[in-house]
């Protein structure tokens, strides 16, 4: 029986793990640094604009926190995963330019705007008419307006666990807290926002 | 769980459910939990309201999308970030 040729199946490349680009950066290579940068600067965006509220600030704060993970990746002891450890990085970078915001800015330029308060909650579906659609981006700005007004423990803590999807083991390991602090930021946190959004809900 | 009525009927200022309703809502997996929950906001409107409405935010958050990051400020990053590792 003639042996078959085996045929050359091309199989995708398996992403490079994170510790060994960090592994890499740490021994001078850049390109593993841009390629950490590729992989995470949407997630850390996210962060950024989720606890800055603007874009603005949201891009400074993006940034530095790829800055910061550069210039000190080098102590980076893997003790935690790079992601937890990027994470932190940039939470920690815009609650600091977040609490220096609030003390130049003793008025918001963004004042409350009180919309109609009988919407009916509204979940995302498939048909997206125009009048859903509105009411959904009403809905996203609310959110976001009641999370920046979030105390700042709690604000951190929502962005990561509800927004964000963090579990709460690895928002306990972000934010350096236990996760029971987590959980009791968690529940304060949901309970300030729901009452900002009640009307929503 | 006692619940502190006013002559109303209703349920205010029940520290103790609001508490136990946002575990269960953060998803705590606890029969017993679950149990005084949900026998709580059967018998109390003001709680089983309080309870739908974090339902409904926890959900809507998890279906919150990503912000779309904007091709400027991509752009200013990646500046940011050659210069930064190229002039080491």
Request: proline share 4%.
């Amino acid at each position: 029986m003639p042996e078959h040729k085996q045929l050359a199946v091309a199989t995708p490349a398996l992403p490079v793990p994170d510790d060994v680009l960090v592994r890499r950066v740490q021994a001078g290579n850049t390109e593993a640094f841009e390629e950490l940068v590729r992989r995470y600067e949407r997630k850390v965006y996210n962060i950024t604009y989720r606890l800055m509220g603007n874009e603005q600030d949201a891009s400074e704060a993006l940034q530095d926190a790829f800055m910061r993970a550069y210039r000190f990746i080098g102590k980076f002891q893997f003790k935690s995963s790079f992601f937890t450890w990027l994470y932190r990085i940039a939470t920690n970078v815009s609650l600091s330019k977040l609490r220096k915001r609030e003390k130049i800015d003793t008025v918001s330029i963004d004042q409350p705007v009180n919309e109609a308060g009988d919407l009916p909650f509204e979940i995302p579906d498939v048909k997206y008419g125009p009048e859903k659609l509105m009411k959904q981006r009403e809905l996203r700005a609310a959110l976001q307006k009641a999370v920046d007004e979030l105390p700042e423990d709690y604000r951190s803590v929502v962005v990561l666990r509800d927004l964000e999807g963090l579990s709460n083991e690895e928002v306990s390991n972000v934010l350096h807290l236990s996760v029971a602090a987590v959980k009791s930021r968690l529940h304060r946190g949901r309970l300030v926002l729901r009452e900002k959004l009640v009307s929503y809900l | 769980m006692k619940k502190r009525k006013k002559q109303t009927g209703e349920c205010h200022e029940c520290d103790e459910a609001r508490e136990l309703i946002a575990r269960y809502v953060g998803g705590e997996e606890d029969e017993e939990l679950a149990r005084q929950v949900l026998l709580h906001a059967q018998t109390c409107a003001e709680c089983a309201t309080l309870l739908r409405s974090l339902k409904r935010l926890v959900h809507y958050c998890s279906l919150e999308p990503n912000c779309e990051m904007p091709v400027a400020v991509r752009r200013e990053l990646w500046v940011t970030i050659r210069r930064e590792i190229h002039t080491d």
